[in-house]
């Protein structure tokens, strides 16, 4: 099994995803061969859709953590 046919497994849940420069926590949206998306949450008190979508690729990734 691939790194991303085992993330496929996390898709709706909340993950952290590690890289050599950060860390980014959030819903896992898609996961494709070479990539992930991940839907951050808003900063709190700016209200609601506030997050964004942040795209990584898997070769970039150190590992992903499910929350």
Not at 23 to 42: C, E, F, I, N, R
Request: glycine share 10%.
């Amino acid at each position: 099994m691939t790194f991303a046919e085992e993330l496929r497994d996390l898709i709706g849940s909340t993950v952290e995803v590690v890289t050599e420069l950060q860390v980014v926590t959030g819903v896992l949206t898609d996961v494709q061969a070479d990539s992930l998306t991940v839907q951050t949450a808003g900063a709190v008190g700016y209200g609601y859709g506030n997050g964004q979508e942040v795209v990584f690729q898997l070769a970039n990734v150190t590992y992903v953590r499910a929350v």
